[in-house]
Antibody, heavy 115, light 107 residues
Framework: EVQLVESGGGLVQPGGSVRLSCAAS????????MNWVRQAPGKGLEWVAN????????YYMDSVKGRFTISRDNAKNSLYLQMNSLRVEDTAVYHC????????WGQGTLVTVSS | DIQMTQSPSSLSASVGDRVTITCRAS??????LAWFQQKPGKAPKSLIH???SLQSGVPSKFSGSGSGTDFTLTISSLQPEDFATYYC?????????FGPGTKVDVK
């Protein structure tokens, strides 16, 4: 079964850091671009970042540039999002997705930034 | 950045209705357009990619069309499981951008 499972979310204070992980299974992870997409409570979907198959290209939305870093470990079939200098407005469910058309979604992990 | 708009923002429909949702891009995106369905408390589900290609396992009652800046998602005969919020997204250029969503609820 093709599956993406996120982990690592939780409550973090403004200015803090958290690292999200996404474990992929059921497909050849190294063949696909991978993304992080977030959804703030009660709001729409917002693309955050993506990374090429070999990690040689990475793209970010403007508001997270310099604060978030996307990475991957193809040997471990895993995608990561290192989130630093977190702000209240980063509060959201973070989904990992496969491909730039997001054909596969994980269930998401909630990051709450609050004091 | 490419801005995506959707109309209507919400609609009320009955089982069996034909429903059409429109998505417009602020500039041409060729056919790099995807559609998603999201039910409350669940992750989005991919329906269509490349504007009109149905994802594997998605029923044929869903169809997409369009190219350039104007796109549509059509549900040919609405069923109870189709009441949800629908989003479009362009993947022609960065940043990838989603439309604001169209909520389909029961009339």
């Amino acid at each position: 079964e093709v599956q993406l499972v996120e982990s690592g979310g939780g409550l973090v204070q403004p200015g803090g850091s958290v690292r999200l992980s996404c474990a992929a299974s059921g497909f050849t992870f190294s063949n696909h671009w991978m993304n992080w997409v977030r959804q703030a409570p009660g709001k729409g979907l917002e693309w955050v970042a993506n990374i090429k198959q070999d990690g040689s290209e990475r793209y970010y939305m403007d508001s997270v540039k310099g604060r978030f870093t996307i990475s991957r470990d193809n040997a471990k079939n895993s995608l990561y999002l290192q989130m630093n200098s977190l702000r209240v407005e980063d509060t959201a469910v973070y989904h990992c997705t496969r491909g730039n058309a997001h054909e596969i979604w994980g269930q998401g992990t909630l990051v709450t930034v609050s004091s | 950045d490419i801005q995506m708009t959707q109309s209507p923002s919400s609609l009320s429909a009955s089982v069996g209705d034909r429903v059409t949702i429109t998505c417009r891009a602020s500039q041409g995106i060729n056919n790099y357009l995807a559609w998603f369905q999201q039910k409350p408390g669940k992750a989005p589900k991919s329906l269509i990619h490349a504007a009109s290609s149905l994802q594997s396992g998605v029923p044929s009652k869903f169809s997409g069309s369009g190219s350039g800046t104007d796109f549509t998602l059509t549900i040919s005969s609405l069923q109870p499981e189709d009441f949800a919020t629908y989003y479009c997204q362009q993947y022609e250029s960065y940043p990838l951008t989603f439309g604001p969503g169209t909520k389909v609820d029961v009339k």
